[in-house]
């Protein structure tokens, strides 16, 4: 079990407020965000970082683990890419899955129209609703008590 926690501005201020190095680094992140919409990313990662050790924000730690820092920046980067692609091929999935939904509820409503045809043909030839019964249940691999409920269906309509 993982619990997850907002770090993003204006979440979890009371957390915020008792941890400086993880406030700092949500500082950091959402410099790292807003540079990143005017610039390619690694040059807002170093754009955030040179910002954040102006302003005294993880600034030790910055200076000396700048390299890693950005490294491991454009490794997350590209892990959020791998996620938004597992994310889009989930969802490719889920189309598929739904097509073929689609696909076995037309042909269970094709069924039961053709199920329908057939017990209105079969009045039209005078059949009892047992013998048609025993027809739909021969034809179709219905059981006595679904035939029987077709049967009622197609007075009802």
């Known amino acids: 079990v993982v619990t997850q926690i907002n770090i993003n501005p204006g979440y979890n201020d009371e957390l915020m407020d008792k941890c400086k190095t993880l406030s ?9 965000r807003t540079y990143e919409k005017q610039y390619p990313y690694e040059t807002a990662i170093n754009l955030a970082i040179d910002k954040c050790i102006n302003d005294g924000i993880l600034a030790d730690f910055l200076k000396k683990h700048r ?7 454009i490794f997350e980067y590209n892990a959020k890419l ?12 889920g189309r ?3 097509r073929q939904e689609g696909r ?9 129209t ?19 019964a025993e ?8 059981t006595t008590e679904q ?3 077709y049967i009622k269906n197609v007075d009802t309509v």
């Open 24 to 32: 700092d680094y949500s500082k950091f992140v959402e410099l790292t």
């Open 67 to 73: 390299n890693e820092v950005v490294s491991m920046s």
């Open 82 to 93: 791998h996620e938004d692609t597992l994310r889009e091929d989930s969802r490719e999935e």
């Open 96 to 98: 598929l899955e739904g």
């Open 104 to 112: 076995l509820e037309g042909r269970q409503e094709e069924r039961a």
């Open 114 to 132: 053709n199920i329908s045809r057939s017990i209105t043909s079969l009045r039209s030839l005078s059949l009892s609703d047992f013998q048609i």
């Open 135 to 142: 027809y739909l249940v021969k034809t179709y691999d219905l």
């Open 147 to 149: 035939a029987n409920q």
